[in-house]
T-cell receptor
């Protein structure tokens, strides 16, 4: 599985959009991009995933560049409850494989 | 649905003691994973099981053994606990198709 690179930390004002980048320059054609978040010491929570098209759900939007080498998770109106560590991983579909997480981005939402 | 259930939630061991962390999922998933998370750090993969009857090493397998007892259950055993194994342990599962990992709530282990 391709490795990912994320900034260590980011800040965002409450009510503003939080844009969290992820670089996955060695991604393969059959690898999906997945985003998770971890609040305090709870188990990570799935947010969204995509292959090459932009995706949106009730939690967030995922924008994947045309060359698929990077993506951005967008939380449109961040709240204090969105303060968490956000992980971006890539995964080959159709097979079970090592699913490794990096250190993620620590998002701090402030008043 | 309970999802992924981990037991126990908390455990304190003395150095050299052994224990087994239990994980069960009720989503009929093929693949299961064990991760550890040290304070302020990301998740590191210990072992995973692609399907019933198979297990493979992850990034940090030393000091651990696993058993995929059946499709539902995947246990992690510490034969001789060490203080360096103090961590939060997460179990996760997923299907082979395009689906996300589902995580349990973790087992917080302290080895003194």
């Amino acid at each position: 599985d391709a490795k990912t690179t994320q900034p260590t930390s980011m800040d965002c004002a409450e009510g503003r959009a939080a844009n969290l980048p992820c670089n996955h320059s060695t991604i393969s054609g059959n690898e999906y991009v997945y985003w998770y978040r971890q609040i305090h010491s709870q188990g990570p929570q799935y947010i969204i995933h995509g292959l090459k098209n932009n995706e949106t759900n009730e939690m967030a939007s995922l924008i994947i560049t045309e060359d698929r080498k990077s993506s951005t998770l967008i939380l449109p109106h961040a709240t204090l409850r969105d303060t968490a560590v956000y992980y971006c991983i890539v995964r080959v579909t159709g097979t079970a494989s090592k699913l490794t997480f990096g250190t993620g981005t620590r998002l701090q939402v402030t008043l | 649905n309970a999802g992924v259930t981990q037991t126990p939630k908390f455990q304190v061991l003395k150095t050299g003691q052994s224990m087994t962390l239990q994980c069960a999922q009720d989503m009929n998933h093929n693949s299961m994973y064990w991760y550890r998370q040290d304070p302020g750090m990301g998740l590191r993969l210990i072992y995973y099981s692609a399907s019933e009857g198979t297990t493979d090493k992850g990034e940090v397998p030393n000091g651990y053994n696993v058993s995929r007892l059946n499709k539902r259950e995947f246990s992690l055993r510490l034969e001789s606990a060490a203080p360096s194994q103090t961590s939060v342990y997460f179990c996760a599962s997923t299907s082979l198709l395009d689906s996300p990992l589902h995580f349990g709530n973790g087992t917080r282990l302290t080895v003194t």
